[in-house]
């Protein structure tokens, strides 16, 4: 069973710089996992930052970038705002079309 | 404007059977990918789904044997058909287009409760 491992939380000061990875608990995160972000806020359904380890989706300010770092995929995010607070997902695609989320970062602007 | 709209979502007893469906506007379904996202209350996101617009589909492995994923194109809908539920099943069921191997539009979610 493939299991995406993410920081359970991260805290960030307004203003400050963050960056969350996204790995695999067993193996290394390349560009042919097509790494994706999202991000969610409470009562609201999931809203798309980053796909294909680094291109933003539509209406994603460029505060939000995406990476490989080492072997995880990586998403950092610049200048943190106060509603930057939220829980942020990775998604990988692993073999046999299978796609598998990691278990989410709770990040918290203070 | 691209629309996703699930609905469907009910309380359901364990061994039960239910099919919850996404309508779809601004796009149509048989064109795309479609996927299946689930998310049990206070917990994060589970993939489950997936309908290619060949016809494939593909299932992660918690659900296969139980979950079936189809479409009918003259409806523009999405359909998750789901037997023998079990009380782990209990979810918000999203429904999303697939493109370039991310989920880049979702629908609101329809709750899923399996209880006796």
Known sequence: ?110 | EVQLVESGGALIQPGGSLRVSCAASGFNVGSNFMSWVRQAPGKGLEWISIMYSNGDTSHTDSVKGRFSISRDNSKNTLFLQMHNLRVEDTALYYCAITRDYALQHWGQGTLVTVSS
């Open chain 1, 1 to 110: 069973q493939t299991v995406v491992t993410q920081e359970p939380s991260f805290s960030v000061s307004p203003g400050g710089t963050v960056t969350l990875t996204c790995g695999l608990r067993s193996g290394s995160v390349s560009n042919s996992n097509y790494p994706s972000w999202y991000r969610q806020t409470p009562g609201q359904a999931p809203r798309t930052l980053i796909y294909r380890t680094n291109t933003r989706s539509s209406g994603v300010p460029d505060r939000f970038s995406g990476s490989i770092l080492g072997n995880k995929a990586a998403l950092t995010i610049t200048g943190a705002q106060a509603d930057d607070e939220s829980d942020y997902y990775c998604m990988l695609y692993i073999d046999s079309d299978i796609r598998v989320f990691g278990g989410g970062t709770k990040l918290t602007v203070l």
